[in-house]
Structure formats: C-alpha cells, structure tokens
C-alpha cells in the first residue's frame, strides 16, 4: 500500500523510530502547497515514495504528454520539480524498493524505473503492460485488464516472471490487503481471493450487482468486514460508491452508498475510519466511515471547476499515505495539489499513540519478549524483517484492543527454521502509526 517496507525500515535505522502519519480523527486537511501545471495538460496518477538514505520524499505524478515527474515534497509547503523521466509510460505507477513500475493505461510494455538517484533517475527494465497496476506488500505485481496477470517481483525485479493469470478481455483494477485480493473486474463485477499463498489464489465471493455500471475501484474497512466500491460510470440515480457487508464475502450484503449528481468517482482507499476519494470534478473528499453503512463527508477540496458528471477531467488519483499526514492529489488539467492534517487532537486518531517494549533480552539466542501497546483499538501487525528488507517472522496479526499485549520470538522464520545470527528489525504497524526497533541475534 505504501512505499515498500524496505524503504521505510531503512530510514527507520536511520532515524531510531518512525514517527506516525498524523491523520487525525475529524478527517480534516488544509491545502498547504501546489505545483505550478506544465503547458501539457493531461495529468494522470500519483502515488508517493521516500528515499531510503537521505529521508526525502517525492510525489510521482504522471503526465502523458510530458512524463513521469519526480516531486520533492519533503517541505509540502514547497513542492518542486527534482526530476522527470519521459522513455517509460506514466499512466499509473507503484513503487516497490527503489523502483517505480509503471503501465500507459493500454497495452504498452510497463517501464521500471530506478529511483536511487532522484536527481537522475533511469529505465532499467520492463514487464508485459496493462491498463492498470497493483505490487502488495510481498512484492508481487498484479497487472489489470486485459484480465490479471501477477508477478513475483522478488525472484528478478528487472524482468519479474509471471506466476499466475486471469486470462479475460474484462477487469480493470485490484488492490491487496491483509492477503486478500479485491479484484475490481469492470464490467464482470468484483470478486474476493485469498491469497495468503501468493502462486495458489483461493476465490471467496463475488458481487455481481447490475446497478454497479463498472467494478473500477475500491477498498476494503479497517476492520475487513466492509468494502467500498467505486463505479466510475455511474449516472444519477445510481450511487457513484456502494458500501458493501463482506463479513461472509460468499454472499455479501449492499448496505450503503455515496452519490453525487455533479460528478463522477475514481479512485479511493481507506485509512482507519476514513475513505479518501479522488470525485474526478468534485475534487478531493474525505468521509468517516468509522459506521461503513453511513458515510459522511467530513472535509472537502474542489480542485476543478467543472460540474459535470460522466466527465472524467478533474481529481484523477489520490496519496493519501504520505509522512505525517500528507495527501497528494493530481487534478487532470491541475497538477499536483499537496494537503496536510489539521492537527486539531479532536476525538481518537487513527492508533496515533503506539509504543513499543524494549526487546527483553536483547542481543538473544533462544528467544525475546516483544511486548506493544495501543491506546486505541487497532488492526495491528508485529513483523520481524532482516537486513535486506524480507519479512522473516509474522508474530502478531489482526484486530487488538485498546492495551497492552504481549510477543515472543524464538528466532526461528515462518516455516519453523532458525535464522542466523545477525541483525534483525521488528516493525509494528497500527492504522497509520509505525515503530521500529533493532535485535540481533547471537547463535
């Protein structure tokens, strides 16, 4: 979902602990910097990334008649050009470790850029393309429409071999989260695998609703239970979001809806109680969903003058995960808007306030205690990852109560076999808030 953990834990080594995003309860954001339009207007995605080593982070922001930008945005209230690649298409983009995969929304060969050098970043590869793309926090990339096709980006990040496919002339786009793959499949409906095995997806349901014009976007709750759908060619009266019940995602339950007669939905992901939506010429909008079957619209920017639904100028993607509580929105003729949370401390933030326990012992070589605490009820992971950036033990996973609780490791990986002795990090990740902390291990 964000920047790859890779590039996080690196900071994190860095600077001692990661400070959590500060995305606040009342979903409030201010326009705090925008970019100037280049003359070309066709503007297309963005998504975020920051470096591993000097700690700056950029906005990636498509353009296709100029290129991929590279935005430094480390000051929001200062965004400016760092760089710009225009040999690899830019429709829509996902970064993974150093790289940014890419497609041109047909059916072009994706580009993979390296971003080690911001200042000159550079084509190293590509992969068979598509109209749009998704990498999942284990490295495998899944590339919409025509059909599915996924790769695993872990055995050759430069030319990544397919693993499995959806063969189709449908789809459009998909998300993973929490080893479920939400499949938005355009005009064939929307459709649930588990895919906690990434080479063997096992199908869990579907929705296959006629009043749903095109399956083109969505995400799941916090708490998995519900998932919003975005129909971008939705017409009043039919709802341009509907809110569905997955907690049995074999026969799901249409329980709610978003709709506006002026304009049409793209795309839009949730964090904590709240579903950022980039609403093409309503611009961008922010709902509590913190009640999934009732959302309410809590803050809005309109980033297009235009009012015309069934138009699709406008918000085209939205960030909403950047460094505390940054969302980059790219407006179609607009550019690259940058908001920030408004830090009011009105009502519970999204798990804000976490902490880890120092690892007891720590050098070890049979075991350690890793105990976290939550001040607020979270979905939380207690991860152990190695030098390299690969997650070597999940210790906790899953919906916590507001407290303490408590974590063993016994130095073994996954499948039961003891890693070596050597350096290893423990991340824990609760709603927007991380921590990391250092063991080592002493055979």
Not at 71 to 93: G, Q
Not at 115 to 121: D, G, K, R, S, V
Request: with cysteine; aromatic share 12%.
């Amino acid at each position: 979902m964000r920047a790859s953990f890779r590039t996080r834990l690196i900071l994190a080594v860095l600077t001692t602990a990661l400070t959590p995003s500060a995305a606040l309860a009342d979903g409030q954001y201010d326009l705090v910097g925008q970019l100037p339009v280049v003359p070309q207007i066709n503007y297309t995605d963005v998504w975020g990334w920051s470096h591993p080593t000097s700690g700056r982070h950029y906005a990636l922001v498509g353009n296709n008649a100029t290129g991929l930008h590279i935005i430094d945005v480390t000051d929001p209230t200062n965004p400016f050009e760092a760089s710009r690649i225009n040999t690899v298409p830019r429709y829509e983009m996902k970064t993974w470790q150093n790289y940014v995969y890419t497609v041109d929304g047909l059916t072009g060969p994706g580009g993979i850029t390296d971003l080690t050098n911001p200042a000159l970043p550079e084509k190293v590869g590509s992969f068979p393309g598509g109209h749009t793309l998704w990498i999942d926090d284990e490295g495998f990339l899944y590339v919409s429409l025509p059909g599915l096709k996924v790769y695993d980006l872990n055995i050759n990040p430069l030319a990544p071999p397919l693993v499995w496919e959806i063969p189709s002339t449908d789809g459009h786009d998909c998300v993973v989260v929490d080893d479920v793959l939400y499949l938005f499949f355009g005009y064939s409906g929307t459709f649930l695998f588990d895919v906690s095995n990434r080479h063997v997806p096992v199908y869990l349901g579907g929705i296959t609703d006629p009043a749903i014009e095109y399956n083109h976007h969505g995400w799941p709750s916090q708490d998995r239970t519900h998932l919003f759908i975005l129909d971008e060619f939705a017409l009043s009266p039919a709802p341009d979001i509907t809110v569905w019940n997955i907690t049995d995602p074999a026969a799901p339950v249409k329980v709610g809806s978003i709709s506006d007669p002026t304009s049409s939905a793209h795309n839009g992901f949730v964090i904590g109680n709240y579903l950022y939506v980039a609403y093409y010429n309503s611009g961008f909008r922010v709902y509590d969903v913190s009640t999934p079957s009732q959302p309410v619209m809590v803050d809005e920017y309109d980033t297009n003058a235009l009012q015309v639904e069934g138009n699709f100028d406008g918000a085209w993607g939205v960030y909403p995960f950047g460094p505390n509580g940054t969302v980059y929105v790219n407006d179609r003729p607009n550019g690259l808007f940058v908001f920030q949370a408004v830090p009011t401390g009105v009502g519970p933030p999204l798990a804000r306030s976490i902490a880890m326990d120092a690892a007891r012992p720590n050098p070890f070589s049979a075991s350690t205690r890793l105990g976290f605490t939550l001040e607020y009820a979270a979905e939380a992971s207690l991860e152990v990852y190695d030098i390299a950036g690969r997650r070597v033990r999940t210790l906790a996973r899953g919906q916590r109560a507001a407290g303490h609780h408590d974590a063993a490791w016994d130095g073994k990986d996954d499948a039961g076999r003891e890693v070596a002795s050597g350096v290893y990090f423990v991340r824990l990740r609760a709603g927007s808030a991380e921590r990391v902390q250092k063991t080592v291990i002493v055979r």
